[in-house]
């Protein structure tokens, strides 16, 4: 579990950075940050695994204040940086490895658990002497993905986790996350690929200009995002548009119409398909689309 109360890091200007955030962040669940370039995702998450000192504010993980324990604050915590944070000249192996043993383990230890995820990340043992610098961007991320998880982290960070990973990359890292929650971990990412995220996470939280402004739980997307209901008729005309003002906003694209039901409206997709068929239109296609976190993110822009 991660606590941050009225956690600030500012650096530059001072509109820079985080401002006065406190949140929550519990056991067993996933949570995604969502905003825009700049707008503090970074910050927050290099600040909670202690690459970023604070300004002001108190960071508790598992229970340790990371100011006063910082120490044993960061043995419980795993990072995936959006980029690569190890010397790029050394090989492989010592650098995951040496990570481990910066987080208490012994070397053998470490360089038999590094040994094993790399392999079970996709990197073999042929890539395991090779320099960071040789291997590609996937490869990189997947060497980085191992770093994360040598301490077995109660605390997962990922800071656009899918960023090099091809469709079988981004689906290993799926199940690695949902499997991590599934033994209680608290699992935070931060990520624009927005898809995944809808598909993964249990709360979404949205930061704009260094400060949460919304969050909430997926599964609540339907309460706040706007249904679509599209549809063609084969005997369209001009009065249709008048005939369906009173279920939400509709407008004409190509052949189709489209339908936005605002999440208050008490009105049913089979509402408008009888209506429509009530008054004399042959109803050739008819399709709901139920709001997306990009719709979500885009009403928020």
Known sequence: MIELEKLTKTYGRKDSGIHNISVELKDGKIYGL???????????????????????????????????????????????????????????LQLISYYGQTRGMREDESVEKARMLLIRFGLGEKLHNASLRRLSLGQKRRAMLAMCMMNDPSNILMDEPYNGFDPEGMRMMNELITYERSKGKTI???????????????????IKNGKITDQMEISSLDKVGKRKILFSVSNPDDEILNLMEEFG?????????????????????????TALVKSGYKVSSFRVENPTLEDLYFSKK
């Open 34 to 92: 969502v905003g825009e370039n700049g707008a503090g995702k970074t910050t927050l998450i290099k600040t909670i695994t202690g690459i970023f000192r604070q300004n002001s504010g108190y960071i508790s993980i598992n229970g340790y204040d990371s100011t006063r324990e910082r120490t044993q604050a960061l043995m419980n915590v795993g990072l995936m940086p959006d980029g690569v944070i190890l010397n790029l000249d050394r090989s492989v």
């Open 188 to 206: 935070i990412i931060s990520s624009h690929i927005l898809k995944e995220l809808e598909s993964i996470v249990d709360e979404i939280i949205f």
């Open 249 to 273: 906003g509709i407008r004409k694209i190509g052949n189709q119409y489209e339908i936005s039901l605002p999440p208050d409206k008490i009105h049913k997709p089979e509402d408008i398909n």
